[in-house]
């Protein structure tokens, strides 16, 4: 018997249209000319960008904290919650986004006042954590 997938994972193409391939490697080119610093850095900003379209930006900053996400923008020259959808394709298989919705206090899970263990967490296509 086939498994349904609860989140599955879209086509590259229903993510990132040919346009948006190319304005997303246009922001890395430009990253890369402008940066100093570590390495290290530059590869989470520009990881955190190829996952953006998928997740959302609501994702992200339940993922992130402030400083980091600034962090990120400043290294790639963009604002998150401008450049990214408000809910990605795969956003509800961040455990702490499906815990917020869930309980209708999407801020209060960024902040910090409903504490969401393993927030960051991602199941996998089936809606399954694993371990």
């Known amino acids: 018997m086939a498994r349904k997938d609860k989140y599955p994972t879209p086509p590259t193409k229903d993510v990132h249209s040919s346009e948006r391939a190319e304005q997303l490697v246009q922001i890395v080119n430009d990253a890369l000319n402008r940066f100093s610093g570590s390495a290290d850095e530059l ?4 990881g955190m960008m190829m996952l953006g379209d998928y997740l959302g930006w609501k994702v992200l900053v339940i993922i992130h904290n402030k400083r980091t996400l600034r962090k990120y923008e400043e290294i790639l020259g963009i604002n998150v919650r401008e450049f990214f959808p408000e809910e990605g394709l795969i956003a509800k298989r961040v455990l702490g986004y499906e815990i917020a919705l869930k309980l209708g ?4 899970v960024v902040s910090g006042d409903v504490s969401v263990e393993n927030r ?4 996998d296509p089936a809606g399954e954590l694993k371990k």
């Open 43 to 46: 590869e989470k900003a520009i």
């Open 105 to 108: 206090s999407f801020w209060k």
């Open 120 to 123: 960051r967490d991602m199941t």
